[in-house]
């Protein structure tokens, strides 16, 4: 079994910054992608960025330049800094662990940008 939680959403006005922390627990594979999807209400989720462990990130075109995705020491965690946030970019965010045995999510949390 695989557990993910993620941490750090919360109420921010336009032009903040937050970040967001995701620590996976239970079997994990040395070789894995960790990323961070949004879903806003009424909307599909959407990859927000993406990291393989010893690769290179991927990021939405909305997101590039003011989100940044990083793996911490521990390598079973992943972090989303966003800095410049818009009101576009409220959506509950969630972490996602792809590995060879199956794909996990997190519960997920909000994230709103508004003044």
């Known amino acids: 079994q695989v557990q993910l939680v993620e941490s750090g959403g919360g109420l921010v006005q336009p032009g903040g910054s937050l970040r967001l922390s995701c620590a996976a627990s239970g079997v994990i594979f040395s070789s894995n992608v960790m990323g961070w999807y949004r879903q806003a209400p009424g909307k599909q989720r959407e990859l927000v960025a993406s990291?393989?462990?010893?690769?290179?990130?991927n990021y939405a075109e909305s997101v590039k330049g003011r989100f940044t995705i990083s793996r911490g020491n521990a390598k079973n965690t992943v972090y989303l800094e966003m800095n410049s946030l818009r009101s576009e970019d409220t959506a509950v965010y969630y972490c996602?662990?792809?590995?060879?045995?199956?794909?996990?999510w997190g519960q997920g949390t909000q994230v709103t940008v508004s003044s």
């Open positions: 990291l393989p462990s010893g690769g290179s990130a």
């Open positions: 996602r662990l792809q590995q060879a045995i199956g794909s996990y």
